[in-house]
């Protein structure tokens, strides 16, 4: 158990439609990545928060936001979904920064149809 | 950007057989290179990791060096168990703030 909790584990939503993913990280890790995983593109990279505010932007599309709330939980906001958006959503935590390990969740899965 | 290039899988080994899984990256400056595994429906999991070049990361009998000269992070293990079959991720980290994964590994080792 990596101590990350991700809910829901499965989303399944129709095009069009917004959703939120959340994440609370590992007790004492202040930094929150937030990850995409699918199929034909592999481990994207989206968004990093340290203690609050962002650090980090990858491939984040702009129908995505995300931002980590003062108790350190963090949210994914994905809206006007379209079919290429399903995946599996990772979050991971961390205590610092990508210097110390990083503890993934075990993801949400969003199925858009 | 940064990337990390690994080799495409999938990977299939009897036990007791020798692992090579190749990863090359492209960054500015000097990266950390680390290795992740993903078991079946988990997240992933660091493996190791390496922070400056020449340094050889190891664990559970896996290792990898990093090799500056040819920008590589090989993870190698002598002898693999079922109990390995598993997702391998290369991935490198240049500030700190973000880490980049390769496309991942699959291998599955037979009885």
């Known amino acids: 158990d990596s101590g990350v909790t991700q809910t829901p584990k499965h989303l399944i939503t129709a095009t069009g439609q917004r959703v939120t993913l959340r994440c609370s990280p590992r007790?004492?890790?202040?930094?929150v990545y937030w990850y995409q995983q699918s199929l034909d593109q592999g481990l994207q990279f989206l968004i990093h928060y340290y203690n609050g505010e962002e650090r980090a932007k990858g491939n984040i599309l702009e129908r995505f936001s995300a931002q980590q709330f003062p108790d350190l939980h963090s949210e994914l906001n994905l809206s006007s979904l379209e079919l290429g958006d399903s995946a599996l959503y990772f979050c991971?935590?961390?205590?610092?920064?990508?210097?110390?390990?990083?503890?993934f969740g075990n993801g949400t899965r969003l199925t858009v149809t | 950007g940064d990337s990390v290039t690994q080799m495409e899988g999938p990977v299939t080994l009897s036990e007791e057989a020798f692992l090579t899984i190749n990863c090359t990256y492209t960054a500015t400056g000097y990266p950390s290179l680390f290795w992740y595994v993903q078991y079946p429906g988990e997240g992933l999991q660091l493996l190791l990791k390496?922070?400056?070049?020449?340094d050889k990361g190891s664990n559970k009998g896996f290792e990898a060096t990093y090799r500056k000269e040819t920008t590589s992070f090989h993870l190698e293990k002598g002898s693999v168990q079922v109990s390995d079959s598993a997702v391998y991720f290369c991935a490198l980290s240049s500030n700190n703030n973000d880490m980049r994964f390769g496309a991942g590994t699959r291998l599955t080792v037979k009885p």
């Open positions: 390496a922070t400056k070049a020449d």
């Open positions: 007790s004492g890790d202040l930094s």
């Open positions: 991971a935590s961390s205590v610092w920064d990508t210097s110390s390990p990083l503890h």
